[in-house]
């Protein structure tokens, strides 16, 4: 299966770190080798990279490890292909508009028997995995429910968005990651886990590759991070793990919803 990653900062931040030890797992020390994406939100506006190559073996990769670019939220993935073959149109995190935003969607996982669960008409998918059609069929969801403006209150939509992945998990695997570019929502089956870092920042080292890095003097001391991950990619850090069926909701770092 594919790998997930994302982070929610009350700060613009780099994911550099991070980011270093997923790619490892593109075709190093694990075997997601079929593509692999991420997106960066700039306020409303959102900046996205992909490649059907391996992340380990990817110029562009090379370039999000060394460039750090900084963000309040991040969704990325690393994929072994399932369903839809090898291509770029086939990797994840896929974008789409509602209400005026982007909204970003990335999972991991194998579903089953969904073609005449998941009817859509706005909402298209462009590729031909379950995981774009899952998403398409999310928002359009979300549309029947609650219209075409944008509620006042986003809670509730992301509390209707966790029934409806309540639902998809009775299909397969469903571990998700969803934002507006304000939120960022994690969904859990089987494996999905975050840790919240906030001051006083101490060191990390990454799990996948000889990196070792002191948050303090990356940081300032009001600066609050998560960051979600398939598994966790520090071997110095106590990382929650999510129940199967559990989901959490992170605005600029802190934990809103669950």
Known sequence: MCELLAMS????TDIVFSF?????????????????GISF?????????????????????ELIKSY???SEIVISHIRQANRGCVSLVNTHPFSRELWGRYWTYAHNGQ???????FKVSRFQPVGDTDSELAFCWILESVVKQF????????????????GLADGIRQLGVFNMLLSNGVDLMAYCTNNLCHITRRAPFGKATLIDTDVVIDFSK????????????????TNNENW??????????FRKGELIRS
């Open 20 to 36: 270093t030890g997923l790619a490892e797992r593109g075709g190093v020390t694990g075997p997601h080798v079929d593509g692999w």
């Open 240 to 249: 929650v793990v999510l129940n199967s069926g559990e989901w959490k909701l």
């Open 218 to 233: 990356e940081t300032t001391p009001n600066d609050v991070v998560t960051v979600i991950a398939t598994r966790p990619l």
């Open 147 to 162: 219209g075409e403006q944008e509620p006042d209150d986003l809670e509730p939509v992301f509390d209707y968005i966790a």
């Open 41 to 61: 939100y700039e306020g409303k506006g959102n900046r996205t990279f992909k490649d059907a190559c391996p992340s380990s073996e990817s110029h562009i990769a």
């Open 68 to 70: 750090p670019i900084k």
């Open 111 to 117: 579903l089953t028997g969904y073609l005449d669960k």
């Open 9 to 12: 900062a009350n700060v613009p």
